[in-house]
């Protein structure tokens, strides 16, 4: 079936919105004719029927959690509870204004200085800050602390920043927006960080060392204390990317592991909702060290009374427009406070009891290049189904049709034909059992009826589409023409 | 409570498959020094106890018995009831980044629209999917301008602009070392035209201007970006979306370059967020843009679909050559947005741009009518004013309050020279019950003070 | 003809220099969509990035062979970025620079690496 856009349905005169009284003691108000728009305003009309038809058919194109196991590695696809959303939509809490007087919203304030508080005691760090609004901005935030750190320090020759060759894609990134010039690091063969290749490349000349552990092939680097030491030897400090927290809450403390500054992807490990790519939020924590260099504004206790904390001299200053995404991490403080420590412990157990469950099952239809156990999440290669033709894009395309969303495909780009599959701790047994079961079919499909595979999906609202066409010939918005 | 599935029948046979007797095996590879200690106790609260705890902290916040007139920024609209609907829905809620095209159609597609929406509002070529918000997407903007003049290190912006925004661009801005100009603003709240010209020069890669400024005033655009074009520099205009329901298109203004904050469309206040940051650009300009961008193509058959696109320009495939390092948008709330701009539709934004006008108008001119109370000047607005009652501002919010109203946000605490000025927001949400109350307060306030003073 | 490590070819004639992808890059990086050529008069050292060549995957840096100015660029490509795919080493050309030192050409490969 064709959607039509909703530019497309437009009907003249329809719409479905209604606006409040109308009196003469507003309307005898005219706007000066020479600042009015003279273009026309190319949106569509439509009425309320319509327009909820519309959306309606839309999500019947759409999958989420709620529909289907979403085994995509490197992002935490677990439940999102409802109850989280009736927490977010309380009107005591969305309406209130981000420059509210203080007395006003002491509710969000609390809310704010306890999140913070639990995020450090699972992390072992002794501040933080609930402003960056994705991982990446977390990412940055954390980066920018660092270089003040050193700066402030008069250590102006620190340029460069190691980062893994096997990193997700916003750490490299982040460190070239934050002013600095990246160094890669070699992974070894047996999955972990290369130690003798960092030695080679940290030097006094070393700002920080980027590293997620478990790392994004979802194995935990058991030297990390000694990688810490060689960082911090040189002068440089250990940045943790948070990605992959659901591993390893409440286990271990990235503290304990040597890292100064973190971020927590808080749509990852705690639960708030992807919707079709964020909104997020990316709090960033970290030691006594770093703490000074906190974004503005901060919240503090005094008492049973919270105050803002507007200013600060020496803090690196603001990096967004006001609170940060408030309204994600509110989500995510209810479901902390449902979990409690323990119940936040018990998501890294399972979390990583699923993976090597179905790494086990798994193992014996595709190359695992690191046999050993994994943590929350493993990595396969499809490459032994290239001699038939069929690609790990392909595999991955035909799990659709089975009502099974994808794992993620390429990433990290240092394995070849690479996916990389996170179950999380909410799917129960009998869905990764049914997971083996697809696999099993579609590698059955591959030895008799491999264009099944090759030419995937079938079953949903489109076939294979053409990304070529729309790189070269880009259509980025609805045309009148 | 927790939300694990498997209980202890899954969990034996899983360990036996895996053949280990504990969970705890699982992490050998984890040095014993480092490891946490088990917790014995279960400090977890039930659904119930939970949604109670949350309501004794909501029950703290007292912000929703007023009536407010901040804005600053943040707008309070009205927010369609069926936004709330939509975006709650499973399929969007849930859903993750609309990599695998053919299982994400209707996200694409939703963004597509988003795009469009934005176009059709700003009158620009090309939008993206979204950033966090107004002020990155300004900082965003600028660093745009600055990749497409690599030899050029210098941007000019308005002394007006939101100084949150400010704060943020000078952020990001610091890691290059780039040098920025400030335009100075006169007494009217509008930014002095001569200093702008002298300002923006060859060396120049972008100026920035917000519309209206964060004094609420709408300033001489166009002449700047006139001057701009012919020195080769680049335009960016910061805008509240709804202001291209009455006043010129960004476009109609010269520019090169639209970013702002579509929260004024379908979010709810939420204490500051989630918003979202939308940023536009003529086409020459659209390989610069950061963030994701969702493109029209073909199936297999030949039938239409969408698809994430020019996906180089981004941080999974660029790694530090990236355009941004954003991953993570907002794309839900740009969801929500788009489900109010096309709820109001083409005839709606008109109209809901001009009653936001005029009831700005009829409470800004009833108190400029009121005896002690000085204005800023004479300058065009949209939305938003301010005024001084010739006390301090904790005078002014302390009397309101008796009234059950926030007047205003405290301009003072922002620029100094505005000591005492309260920056005064109105929307479609008060009516004239509501503005007339105003009026009264500020009355009583000022006759007040005029007896104390005899 | 000579060749680079980094899969660039680059043929000289009256001090000026052709440069382009190999047949392995071109295949590598799959349907090339976009090419980012580089501006005209614009001065390269030897291994300087020069243009950047985009499929929907990746995106790889195109490193010129030899020092030079930029005096020529291939504006086919802006239409047709699909004949770095179908011709790498002909019609596929991406930039003409005026060489600064021919004598960079001896340190070049003969055959593709």
Same mark, same amino acid.
């Given at each position: 079936m064709i959607h039509k856009t909703v530019f497309e349905i437009s009907q003249p005169g329809q719409h479905a919105y209604s606006l409040p009284k109308d009196y003469e003691a507003f309307t005898q108000f005219k706007p000066d004719e020479k600042l009015l728009r003279k273009d026309h305003i190319g949106l569509p009309e439509i009425s309320e029927l319509n327009l909820t038809r519309h959306f309606c058919e839309l999500a019947a194109c759409n999958v989420g959690i709620d529909n289907q196991f979403y085994p995509l590695g490197s992002c935490t696809m677990k439940l999102n509870p409802r109850i989280n959303e009736w927490c977010a939509s309380l009107p005591g809490f969305t309406?209130?204004? &981000? =420059?509210? &007087?203080q007395d006003t919203i002491q509710g969000n304030l609390q809310v704010i200085v306890e999140l913070i508080d639990i995020l450090c005691k699972i992390t072992g760090m002794s501040a933080g800050s609930?402003?960056?609004?994705a991982g990446a901005q977390g990412e940055y935030t954390g980066i920018k602390m660092i270089a003040e750190y050193h700066k402030k320090n008069g250590d102006?020759?620190?340029t460069k920043v190691l980062i893994p060759d096997?990193?997700?894609?916003?750490n490299p990134a982040t460190a070239a927006m934050a002013g600095f010039t990246t160094v890669s690091i070699r992974t070894s063969s047996t999955g972990n960080l290369d130690i003798d290749h960092l030695k080679e490349m940290?030097?006094?000349?070393?700002?920080a060392l980027m590293l997620t552990n478990p790392n994004t092939l979802g194995?935990?680097?058991?030297?990390i204390t000694e990688i810490a030491k060689v960082v911090h030897e040189h002068g440089g400090l250990l940045y943790y990317d948070?990605?992959?927290?659901n591993a390893i809450m409440n286990i271990v403390k990235p503290a304990s592991m040597g890292f100064d500054v973190m971020h927590i992807n808080l749509h990852k490990t705690f639960?708030?909702?992807?919707?079709g790519g964020g909104p997020g939020s990316g709090p960033v924590l970290c030691n006594e060290k770093l703490?000074?260099? =906190? &974004?503005?504004?901060r919240v503090e206790k005094i008492e049973n009374h919270y105050k803002i904390?507007?200013?600060?001299?020496?803090s690196i200053g603001?990096?967004?427009?006001?609170?940060?995404n408030f309204g994600i991490y509110l989500r995510a403080y209810l479901y902390a406070k449902l979990h409690g420590h323990y119940g936040l412990r018990r998501i890294a157990e399972h979390a990583v009891l699923n993976a090597n469950y179905l790494k086990a099952l798994i193992?014996?239809?595709?190359?695992?290049?690191?046999p050993q156990p994994c943590m929350h999440e493993f990595v396969i290669q499809a490459d032994c189904y290239l001699d038939q033709g069929v690609r790990a894009i392909d595999i991955a395309k035909r799990m659709l049709d089975y009502g099974v969303y994808a794992p993620t495909i390429?990433?990290?780009?240092?394995?070849?034909e690479c996916m990389l599959i996170e179950p999380t701790e909410s799917e129960s047994k009998a869905t990764l059992d049914r997971f083996i079961e697809i696999i099993e079919k579609i590698i059955d499909e591959i030895k008799e009826n491999p264009e099944l595979v090759q030419r995937? &999906?079938?079953?949903?609202?489109?076939?294979?589409?053409d990304e070529v066409q729309a790189a070269k010939h880009p259509i980025l918005k609805h045309s009148l023409t | 409570m927790d939300f694990i599935s498997n209980q202890k029948v899954q969990i034996d046979a899983m360990l036996a498959t895996l053949n280990i007797? %504990?969970?705890?095996?699982?992490?050998?590879?984890?040095p014993k020094e480092l490891l946490n200690e088990k917790l014995q106790e279960d400090d977890g609260l039930s659904e119930s106890e939970g949604m109670l705890l949350m309501q004794e902290i909501v029950a703290?916040?007292?912000? @929703?018995?007023l009536t407010s007139y901040l804005g600053a920024g943040a707008y309070e609209h009205h927010v369609p009831a069926l936004v709330g609907f939509i975006c709650s829905k499973s399929e969007f809620l849930t %859903?993750?980044?609309?990599?695998q095209a053919e299982a994400s159609q209707g996200m694409l597609q939703a963004i597509f629209e988003f795009q469009s929406a934005i176009c059709a509002l700003t009158g620009m070529d090309v939008s993206n999917? %979204?950033?966090?918000?107004g002020a990155t997407a300004c900082a965003e903007a600028l660093l745009m301008a600055l990749r497409l003049n690599k030899d050029k290190n210098k941007v000019v912006i308005a002394g007006s602009l939101h100084p949150n925004y400010r704060a943020v661009v000078e952020q990001f801005l610091s890691s290059h070392q780039t040098k920025i100009e400030w335009i100075p603003f006169d007494n009217d709240g509008k930014l002095n035209l001569n200093t702008a010209k002298r300002l923006?020069?060859?060396?120049?890669a972008a100026v920035l201007l917000q519309y209206?400024?964060?004094?609420?005033v709408i300033d001489d655009i166009a002449a700047v970006t006139a001057h701009a074009k012919s020195c080769n520099v680049l335009s960016v205009i910061c805008a509240n979306p709804l202001v291209y329901g009455l006043y010129a298109s960004a476009k109609e203004l010269g520019a090169d370059i639209a970013v702002g904050d579509?929260?004024?469309? @379908?979010?709810?206040?939420?204490?500051?967020?989630?918003y979202v940051g939308y940023i536009t650009c003529s086409k020459e300009l659209?390989?610069?843009?950061?963030g994701r961008i969702v493109g029209e193509t073909v199936d297999l058959e030949g039938k239409r679909g969408f698809v994430l696109t020019?996906?180089?320009?981004e941080q999974h495939i660029?790694?530090?050559?990236?355009?941004?390092?954003?991953?993570?948008?907002q794309a839900l709330a740009a969801l929500a947005s788009l489900v109010a701009i096309l709820w109001y539709g083409k005839e709606g934004i008109k109209k809901l741009a001009l009653t936001n006008y005029q009831r700005t108008a009829y409470l800004k001119s009833q108190l400029e009518a009121v005896n002690g109370i000085q204005t800023m000047g004479n300058a065009p607005f949209f939305n938003e004013f301010a005024i001084s009652f010739g006390c301090s501002f904790n005078e002014v919010d302390a009397h309101f309050r008796t009234y059950?109203? %926030?007047?205003?946000?405290?301009?003072g605490q922002y620029?100094?020279?505005?000591?005492?000025m309260v920056l005064i927001a109105v929307t479609e949400t008060k009516n004239k019950k509501q503005l007339d109350k105003y009026i009264e307060a500020a009355k009583t306030l000022l006759s007040q003070k005029t007896k104390r003073e005899k | 003809m000579k060749f680079t490590e980094t899969h660039e070819w680059i043929d000289v004639k009256d001090g000026v220099g052709t440069v382009g992808v190999t047949h392995y890059a071109q295949k590598e990086l799959g349907?090339?969509?976009?090419v980012e050529l580089p501006k005209i008069g614009s001065l390269v050292k030897k291994g300087q990035a020069a243009a950047v060549l985009e499929s929907t995957k990746a995106a790889a840096d195109v490193y010129s062979p030899m020092s030079g100015k930029i005096?020529?660029?291939?504006?086919?490509l802006n239409t047709n970025p699909e004949l770095v795919n179908s011709s790498?080493?002909?019609?596929g050309w991406i930039f003409k620079l005026s060489l600064t030192d021919v004598n960079e050409f001896d340190s070049l490969h003969d055959k593709e690496t």
């Open positions: 309406r209130t204004h &981000p =420059l509210a &007087p609930l402003l960056p609004c102006t020759k620190r096997d990193a997700h894609g916003t940290v030097s006094d000349r070393t700002a194995l935990f680097s058991t030297n948070g990605a992959n927290l639960s708030t909702p992807h919707g703490k000074k260099y =906190l &974004p503005i504004p904390i507007w200013d600060d001299i020496a603001r990096i967004c427009s006001f609170h940060g193992g014996k239809y595709f190359t695992v290049p690191f390429y990433f990290p780009l240092i394995i070849k995937a &999906p079938f079953d949903k609202c489109v076939l294979r589409l | 007797n %504990s969970i705890e095996k699982l992490f050998d590879c984890i703290k916040n007292t912000f @929703g018995n %859903s993750y980044t609309p990599y999917a %979204s950033l966090y918000d923006i020069d060859e060396n120049t209206p400024n964060f004094l609420g579509t929260q004024p469309f @379908g979010l709810p206040l939420q204490y500051g967020g989630p659209m390989r610069q843009l950061p020019l996906q180089a320009r660029r790694r530090e050559k990236a355009t941004s390092n954003i991953c993570t948008n059950g109203i %926030s007047p205003g946000v405290d301009l620029f100094p020279q505005y000591k005492g | 349907d090339i969509v976009y005096i020529e660029v291939n504006q086919n790498p080493e002909k019609d």
